[in-house]
């Protein structure tokens, strides 16, 4: 139902390692739309090394899209609508440019407060270099000179629960101290103390003047038992902020365009997850991916609650080269329709690093990028399904938990040619299992919905439900234990006007039911040979479904998918899957 709102338009900068995007939603027929994307190449690396360039430029591209002004003579943001209809009332910014954020740790015990304090880091775009703990063995010296050759951009100490002891903190903060005041003013890290409360102030007296910027949040490890990220990862990301403003020009500037409420991407786009979350209540769980530049980031919803793991190492810019630490060319290639040697896929890899900005040139070369985005996803997904959360049940312990909502985005996927392929790089590097519903967030709006609920609580709302992402497929994967060519499916879809259509899954292969977006329809799952959807072992279900761009897929392919070793079958098979799916 529509609902008219006296709202204002939001301009949404976000600022990534390979594109720089600027978002315009504003209110049509009293309610909010996303309008139109201007895109650039992102400007933070040479010959520029200041992001403002690449602002300007997508902000100019939006202009010529939408045949508005948003920049007036002397450069600067028209920050009002004007009578013209030039400018823009609020403004609103994310980032995530910049290198991995260097980041020591400190807890009492290793298993507790320094887990605590690791599962923390890896909620932004940051990787541990070292960490101080009660079971180091090392002698003070040689953690302090640790902590030197580390060269930390940000030291977070936990440790204590609330009200607990104090002395065996003290030592670690005295040892941190004096590592500080050994380092160069211009080179200290900044801090995060996220450890027992009571002794905020102390910690506070002893090391604020010494950090670059020093920041506290509650307690990581109320409790022994008890993990609680939530304020920590609010003060993350401010910390960071403030670490990229020394680092890259221009986020100063973006910070003051955005009346200093600029976000990480990471934390803007788990606003937006959490909130989702909410929406579709506890019993289900929402699964976001993205095969971002600087990060593959993974992010689950579950009963409104947040999990988020960035994965700085598997990002598909400048740090690609670094997947070759977590896999081999052997497993890229089996992903490829045509013969590679391992020495054309580093070749490839290495090319890719040093010019991220680029765009595969030849089919051969989207190939290569695609199944990059596919190694990088499935590492990706297989370390943090090590760290799942409880309530999310599993068909088998080894395979993705049953989410019905999967998000995904990043350019991997939203650059490719046809919505097929897209859909089919998500189906390999996750391998869902049950009943899901595939969306693509095709214009990366994530990071700038959740910049935006926090000046605008409807707005992200509203403009989820007007179709701004895209509504790829329902996915049905069953899970059979029977040989390949057996019937393990019938599905029967009934339409609107009483049409009727059916298909009968094979174990191997993939069958489509067209559903366009719009279209409602019932359909009808009656697994064979005891083959379970989710529900149980040969257990029916009936259920209404929503159209989609692909319709319902069927992917009766096992779990975990089986590539076979034969190289002429796998690359036949591979070219048979994208046929199925329209690629």
Do not use: C
Not at 343 to 369: C, F, V, W
Not at 500 to 510: D, R
Not at 539 to 549: I, L, Y
Request: no cysteine; glycine share 10%.
């Amino acid at each position: 139902m529509a609902s008219v709102i006296e709202g204002d338009s939001v301009l949404a900068l976000d600022v990534g390692s390979a594109t720089t995007r600027a978002i315009l939603f504003d209110v049509v027929e009293g309610r909010y739309r996303f309008i139109a994307i201007g895109q650039s190449p992102s400007t933070a690396h040479a010959p520029f090394n200041d992001i403002s360039a690449g602002i300007g430029e997508a902000i100019e591209k939006l202009e010529e899209i939408t045949g508005r002004s948003f920049i007036d003579a002397e450069q600067s943001i028209i920050s009002s609508v004007q009578e013209d209809g030039s400018g823009v009332d609020a403004i609103t910014a994310t980032s995530s440019v910049g290198e991995t954020l260097r980041v020591v740790v400190a807890g009492l015990l290793s298993e507790v407060s320094l887990e605590s304090a690791k599962n923390l880091v890896e909620t932004t775009y940051g990787r541990v270099v070292g960490s101080l703990s009660l079971n180091d063995t090392r002698k003070d010296e040689e953690q302090i000179d640790a902590i030197l050759k580390a060269k930390p951009d940000l030291i977070i100490i936990a440790g204590g629960t609330d009200e607990g002891a104090t002395k065996s903190l003290k030592k670690i903060i005295e040892i941190i101290g004096l590592a500080i005041y050994l380092l160069p003013k211009e080179k200290r890290p900044a801090i995060i103390f996220a450890g027992n409360q009571a002794m905020d102030t102390e910690i506070r007296e002893l090391l604020e003047s010494l950090s670059s910027e020093f920041h506290t949040a509650s307690n990581i490890r109320p409790s022994v038992e008890t993990e609680d990220l939530r304020s920590a990862r609010t003060t993350l990301a401010r910390a960071l902020i403030e670490i990229r403003k020394k680092q890259i020009p221009g986020i100063e500037a973006l910070d003051m365009w955005a009346g200093g409420r600029i976000l990480p991407s990471i934390f803007a786009e788990g606003r937006i997850i959490q909130l989702l979350s909410h929406l579709y209540g506890e019993k289900k769980a929402l699964l976001s991916v993205n095969l971002g530049a600087s990060a593959t980031t993974i992010s689950m919803g579950l009963g409104g609650k947040l999990y988020t793991k960035t994965y700085p190492r598997l990002g598909m810019g400048a740090s690609i080269a670094e997947l070759l630490k977590y896999t081999k060319p052997e497993n890229i290639a089996r992903w490829l329709t045509f013969e590679a040697s391992p020495q054309r896929i580093n070749d490839y890899i290495y090319t890719k690093a040093l010019h991220p900005n680029s765009i595969p040139a030849t089919k051969d070369g989207l190939q290569m990028e695609q199944a990059l985005g596919r190694e990088a996803l499935r590492i990706a997904m297989e370390s943090a399904r090590e760290k799942m959360p409880d309530g999310v049940p599993a068909l088998k312990s080894n395979l993705l938990p049953l989410f019905e909502i999967i998000l995904a985005g990043g350019s991997v996927l939203s650059n490719a040619p046809t919505l097929g392929q897209s859909l089919l790089i998500l189906l390999d590097a996750l391998q869902p299992t049950g009943i899901s519903t595939i969306i693509l967030d095709q214009n990366n709006l994530l990071p700038a919905l959740g910049a935006a609920a926090e000046i605008n609580s409807i707005l992200p709302v509203q403009a989820l439900e007007s179709g701004a992402f895209v509504n790829l497929a329902t996915l049905v994967s069953p899970l059979s234990n029977t040989r390949y060519g057996t019937s393990i499916l019938q599905a029967r879809l009934k339409h609107a006007d009483g049409s009727v259509s059916t298909a009968e899954l094979k174990e191997g292969g993939f069958e489509v039911l067209p559903l366009g977006i719009g279209q409602v329809a019932d359909l009808s799952l009656v697994p064979l040979k005891r083959a379970d959807i989710g529900i149980g072992a040969g257990k029916k279900v009936s259920m209404k479904v929503g159209g989609s761009a692909l319709g319902i897929v069927l992917d009766g392919r096992g779990r975990p998918l089986d590539l076979t070793s034969d190289d002429v079958r796998r690359r036949e098979l591979i070219k048979k899957w994208l046929w199925s799916l329209g690629g």
